[in-house]
């Protein structure tokens, strides 16, 4: 009944008076800045939790509204954006507010067979560890799947793009073959090479030198990526009539920065 009777004081304080109200047990006077002075030594303010599903099923969020988050990616969330186009944005969480951020830093484990495009007619996914690196962290509702990086729902961002596929033998040793490859963006590319915007430099067959094949081998790109954007990198030997493979010492690696 306190509890509730205080509410309602309070209640009744803002509206009539449009003043200051204090929240404290020393008896001292509220902030003029404020609206709602809150003080204590030993005890905090708790805000609504709610799984980021429950966050999202609000209907027609106020601008500014904040609530704490208990799943992918806990931390408190406020809307940036409107009632009727939610923004929702971390305000707290530690290290998943600190950009840049390094997303993901995986490499290729297993050598991974490309073939040419005449003996077959698709080109081949490249498929990366699906264990990321200790010191990169997914932010975001970001996930990783091996092959596929997917935006999550409050991902939104810039993100840098960085790619080496260094081409071996099958054996592994060094290859004059190389691997040629192209990032795709929502699967929409698919087998036309020719329509992708984000295309690894073009190696150069016929050098078995280490430093030329490796920067031969290199896509950098600087991409803006919304929430359910997914990007994924397709594969084919250069060769009309050999096979190419991937290196899966650590010269093939992938790795994505989230700029902000």
Same mark, same amino acid.
């Given at each position: 009944m306190k509890k509730i009777f205080l509410a309602i004081t309070i209640a009744?304080?803002?509206?009539? $008076?449009?003043?200051?109200?204090?929240?404290? &047990?020393?008896?001292?006077?509220?902030?003029?800045?404020?609206?709602?002075?809150?003080?204590?030594?030993?005890?905090?303010?708790?805000?609504?939790?709610?799984?980021?599903? !429950?966050? !999202?099923?609000?209907?027609? +969020?106020?601008?500014?509204?904040?609530?704490?988050?208990?799943?992918?990616? +806990?931390?408190?969330?406020? !809307?940036?954006?409107? +009632?009727?186009?939610?923004?929702?944005?971390?305000?707290?969480?530690?290290?998943?507010?600190?950009y840049p951020n390094v997303e993901l830093g995986v490499t290729n484990t297993t050598i991974q067979n490309i073939p040419d495009?005449?003996?077959?007619?698709? $080109?081949?996914?490249? &498929?990366f560890s699906t264990t990321n690196n200790a010191n990169a962290s997914l932010t975001g509702g970001n996930t990783w799947n091996g092959s596929v990086f997917t935006i999550g729902s409050t991902g939104a961002g810039w993100y840098q793009i960085n790619a080496q596929v260094v081409g071996v033998t099958a054996a592994g040793g060094l290859s004059s073959l190389g691997v040629l490859y192209f990032m795709d963006k929502n699967n929409t590319v698919g087998n036309n090479k020719a329509g992708a915007l984000y295309l690894s430099t073009i190696f150069t067959s016929g050098n078995t030198s280490d430093p030329v094949i490796r920067q031969a081998s290199h896509l950098n790109s600087l991409i803006y990526l919304s929430a359910g954007d997914n990007i994924r990198f397709r594969a084919w030997s250069p060769s009309t009539t050999q096979a190419a493979n991937t290196a899966a010492d650590g010269r093939t690696f992938l790795n994505i920065v989230r700029i902000k």
């Open positions: 009744f304080a803002l509206n009539s $008076n449009a003043q200051s109200v204090a929240i404290n &047990n020393d008896g001292s006077t509220a902030d003029n800045s404020a609206i709602l002075d809150l003080k204590s030594n030993n005890q905090g303010v708790l805000v609504p939790r709610m799984t980021q599903t !429950n966050r !999202n099923a609000i209907a027609t +969020p106020a601008t500014g509204l904040m609530i704490f988050q208990t799943d992918n990616t +806990p931390a408190f969330y406020f !809307n940036a954006g409107t +009632p009727t186009t939610p923004n929702w944005q971390t305000v707290g969480g530690g290290s998943t507010m600190v495009l005449v003996t077959v007619t698709t $080109n081949t996914v490249l &498929n």
